[in-house]
């Protein structure tokens, strides 16, 4: 598990919690599963060797990583707007490291260059609109996400340089770990809307009673197979 959310996650409660109050752990894994096929079949059958799809790249299931989960609503007990530890995201070789990085609403997150060439760090997303313009390690920008959401984040100059700024309503989530594991500590007692996400697939919401001390396993599976019959 990433440690730039427990830490996040730490500073806050330490803040705006009552201290002594009750809070259980909502813990379990994530992980996902491909469209049904005939036996031997992966997911897409025989079309991903044809001519037409020999160049599109397949979803490998197993190897999936970057999963998320958080707690889908406002939790009254942080106070809204308060302020956090700032977050990072690093141009390193070329790529953003990491690759999804999910905050809370309100975070600043600082976009220093690690390379010796520019890089032109910039999205056109709905949920934060901006563009740093060029720069080496001279500068290290700053920006403040108050809007929740996702936010897609390209460079200008390298076409394949992406990364995702996952803005959420509370500090209470986690980014799984490469095994799938996750765990969110600190939960007032009560039932509240879980999510699982995911970049490439659909992502699942639960219902889960959290209760005043202890833990609760919740399993996530997601993809198109695993959502509920409408």
């Not at 958080?70 to 956090?84: C, F, R, V």
């Not at 490291?97 to 520019?118: F, K, M, Q």
């Amino acid at each position: 598990m990433m440690a730039y959310p427990s830490t996040l996650r730490a500073i806050l409660l330490s803040s705006f919690l009552v201290a002594g109050a009750p809070a259980g752990t909502i813990t379990g894994t994530v992980s996902a599963k491909p469209p049904a096929g005939p036996p031997g079949e992966s997911a897409g059958g025989d079309a991903y060797g044809s001519r037409r799809y020999k160049f599109v790249e397949k979803i490998d299931y197993a190897g999936l990583r970057d999963f998320v989960v958080y707690i889908d609503q406002p939790i009254s007990e942080i106070t809204p707007g308060a302020p956090a530890l700032a977050a990072v995201t690093t141009q390193k070789n070329a790529n953003f490291e990491p690759h999804v990085l999910p905050i809370a609403v309100g975070t600043t997150v600082r976009w220093p260059n690690d390379d010796d060439i520019y890089h032109n760090v910039f999205s056109m997303s709905d949920t934060k609109e901006f563009d740093l313009g060029y720069y080496k390690k001279d500068k290290t920008p700053e920006l403040v996400f108050d809007k929740t959401g996702r936010v897609d984040v390209f460079c200008a100059i390298h076409s394949k340089m992406h990364c995702i700024i996952l803005v959420l309503p509370n500090s209470y989530f986690a980014a799984a770990d490469v095994h799938g594991r996750y765990q969110i500590r600190d939960l007032p007692p009560g039932t509240y809307r879980v999510r699982a996400w995911h970049e490439r697939l659909p992502s699942r919401t639960l219902s889960v009673t959290v209760p005043a001390e202890g833990e609760v396993r919740v399993d996530f599976l997601l993809g198109v197979e695993a959502l509920p019959k409408p």
